[in-house]
Structures are given as structure tokens and as C-alpha cells.
């Protein structure tokens, strides 16, 4: 790759282009650049205190990973504790795999993982809990992540879910929402949001600036691990995939547009309207939602006839005695 061209700190052979920042970079200096990116967002943004338990969701794919083990790196110097957690969704071939990726990708960056077993715990996966309640699946799936990914971190008393969400995705959720003018979601998409004590806890991206191309070529030069494969229920064609497209053709016009446009959100967010939705406790589960039940419990009493929130805390509080991890 880019024969001839040198690292712009130490003249070794650069492997990376970074032209927003007009940087070529070594190996070694490419790590460290991203590395330094994802503490500095921390910083910048006050993701992450000392002392601080934080949960960070991983799927087997290069951004969680790259977060993961960028956040493994980091945490001895900031101070905080960190456990992974895998929802094994069922989906036939993909879940496994990954799961087995997760698995591997524990043990070399050294930190704890917490599986949450869907199929295990509720007796059925999500494909046929979607076929059940006549949904998309990805619609179902949704829920079902943000319910686990949630209680997981509500039961470790943890002050912040780490979400692996790169800037190129941001943006074009941000653009996304700017089209359908919900300007309140728009609010939701800086580096951090907010927890409701008890109920919720908020959620932080530290790879608010990192491009999906360097988290790529992060997990393939520092050999962690990682599938390539994207979840089968993903669709090609959807506006998001169009405005990514877009937002490609532009950052190659104009290197680092992305980054600006989501640097100065994180400065104009409190300017955004913030979502108006009053915010009780579930009936069923005691977590947050949005009326009786929440959406999980809603979901579940639909299709097994009963809510399923409070059998799922129970399956994570003995998952985190297991492992000795409370
Ligand atoms: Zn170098
Ligand atoms: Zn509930």
C-alpha cells in the first residue's frame, strides 16, 4: 500500500492516508493516532470517570471491537472498569459465529464478558419472536438490544453503556433525522446521553470521531479480533445507505466535512429540542418506558402471553454472580 510514502512522524513506511488531517502514518503511528482520538473524545466530552463501571456492547464486528479493545488500552490509565457484553440474538449462522468471535475477543484484550442468551432466556430467537408478533425483525431486534444492553448495565451499576457507533454512521443518522426534520432525535446523537437513576443508563460514543475506515484498518493492523460479515437482516437500497453514499462522495470532495459537522453538533446540541415523551417506570420490570409497559414487556406479552422484562433481569443478576463480577 502507497509505496514509497513515509510516516509524517517517523519516516518508517506509512500505511495509512489521513487526509483531513494531512498526516501519512506508520503502523505504529496509526494505532496511536486512533488510540489518542477515542481518549481525547473521552476528555473533550467527559464520557468516562474515574472509578466508573462501564458496559460496552459487542457484536463481533470491526467497531465494537476497535472500541472494545481501544477502551481495554485505556482503562487502566482512566481508571474505570470494563465489561463486555454479547447479545446472542439467534440468528442462525451469524449469532454463533460472532458469539465465538466475542468469545476470543475477551480473552485477548482481558476483560469480562456477559452473555445474554435470547433463545436461552425467553425460548425463542429474535427472527421467530419477530415472525410472532408480525414485525421486521430489525425493528424487533432493536428492541430487544436496547432493552438488554440496558438492563445488563443497570444490573452492574454501571454509569455508562459504550455504544460502537463510528462517525460515518453518526452522520448519517444525523442527516437522516435533519431529512424527516426530528430534530429531538437529533439531540439524542452527541457523544453522551443522559441516565435516569434506577431506570436507565446513559449511553456514551467514543468513536463519535473516528472514521469507519480507520476503525477498519484499526482492528486489521492491531489483529484484533473481529468478523467482517454484516447481520443477513440488513438491507442495501434504505435512505441511510443512500445518504451514506452521499456523505462519501462529499468527504472526498472536502476531507474532514464529516468531522466538522459532528464536532460543531456536539458544541449546538443543547440548542436542539429535546424529546418531549414523559418518562415512567414499567409495571412489569421496573425499567424505564414511555407508558405501562415498556416496549420489551409489550413485545413479549404479545408473543408468549406474559412480560418478559423481569424474567431477563433475573437471567442477567445470576449471570453476573456466576461469573463473580458484582
Ligand atoms: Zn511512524
Ligand atoms: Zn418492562
Redesign the pocket.
Known sequence: MHQGV???????K?VAIIRYARLR??????LEFVERKVERAIRRYGLVGRGDRVVVAVSGGKDSSTLASILAKLSGKLGYKLYLLYIDLGIPVYSKANREKVVELSKTIGKPLIVVDVKEVLGLTVPELAFKVRRPVCSVCGVVKRYIMNAVAVELKASALAMGHNLDDLVAYVLKEFFNQNLEQISKLGPRTGSVEGLAVGRIRPLYEVYERESLLYVLLSRTPFLPDECPHVRRGTMEFKIKELLDSLEESFPGIKFGLMRRLAKNLESYPKPSQKLSRCKACGLIASGELCSFCKITKQALGEPMGARVREYIRRKILELGLD
Open positions: 513515509k510516516c509524517s512522524i517517523c519516516g518508517e506509512a502514518l506508520c503502523k505504529r503511528h496509526f
